[in-house]
């Protein structure tokens, strides 16, 4: 039989980086090893960045010129400002 194209009649070249990335993808539950190198990037991206990102933006709002005048007195009352 005749070999289906895309829409238009374009004639792509696959990308080899493209489809091995693809397929690295597919397969990162069976080729994830967790070991003495892996715990700490885990505990570094999902607890000590998050953390320091959150500082960081409670520290720029704390210190913000105008921010209690935009307070309700329900925010400052729960201590939120």
Not at 3 to 8: N, S
Not at 36 to 65: M, Q, R, Y
């Amino acid at each position: 039989g005749s070999r289906r194209g895309m829409a238009g009649g374009y004639r792509f070249h696959k990308n080899f980086w493209i489809e091995e990335w693809n397929g690295r993808r597919e397969i990162t539950e069976k080729t994830f090893e967790l070991d003495s190198e892996t715990v700490p990037w885990i505990l570094a991206t999902c607890v000590v960045f998050p953390l320091v990102v959150h500082g960081l933006a409670k520290h720029e709002f704390d210190n913000a010129p105008n921010m209690n005048k935009l307070a309700t007195p329900e925010m400052k009352k729960v201590g939120t400002l």
